[in-house]
């Protein structure tokens, strides 16, 4: 059974940081793709950033330039420094990974529970 439990949520005020980690725990063989996305009250899940097993990193208009993706192989952990927060970030936060359990398996994804993060004065 895999898991992933994401940290580091929180309040912050406009034009703070925030750092959001993410491990993925269980029978994992290979994690292919991670991302994080995001959900605010009354709207859809929307990506935020992404980051393949090679390092390429894609994301959003909407945080270019403020937010960073990582990701820590060895620890199968994804990362995401946030800094200039608006209050617009506000919003869960969700941790995915597209997981393979097994050499033969196809990979599936796999989501994170969410950390809220509240940007506010």
């Known amino acids: 059974q895999v898991q992933l439990v994401e940290s580091g949520g929180g309040l912050v005020q406009p034009g703070g940081s925030l750092r959001l980690s993410c491990a993925a725990s269980?029978?994992?063989?290979?994690?292919?793709?991670m991302a994080w996305y995001r959900q605010a009250p009354g709207k859809q899940r929307e990506l935020v950033a992404a980051?393949?097993?090679?390092?390429?990193?894609n994301y959003a208009d909407f945080v270019k330039g403020r937010f960073t993706i990582s990701r820590d192989n060895a620890k199968n952990t994804v990362y995401l420094q946030m800094n200039s927060l608006k209050p617009e970030d506000t919003a869960v936060y969700f941790c995915?990974?597209?997981?393979?359990?097994?050499?033969?398996?196809?990979?599936?994804?796999?989501w994170g529970k969410g950390t809220l993060v509240t940007v506010s004065s």
């Open positions: 995915n990974a597209g997981i393979k359990t097994t050499w033969s398996d196809q990979g599936m994804d796999y």
């Open positions: 269980g029978s994992i063989f290979h994690i292919n793709d």
């Open positions: 980051v393949t097993g090679g390092g390429r990193r």
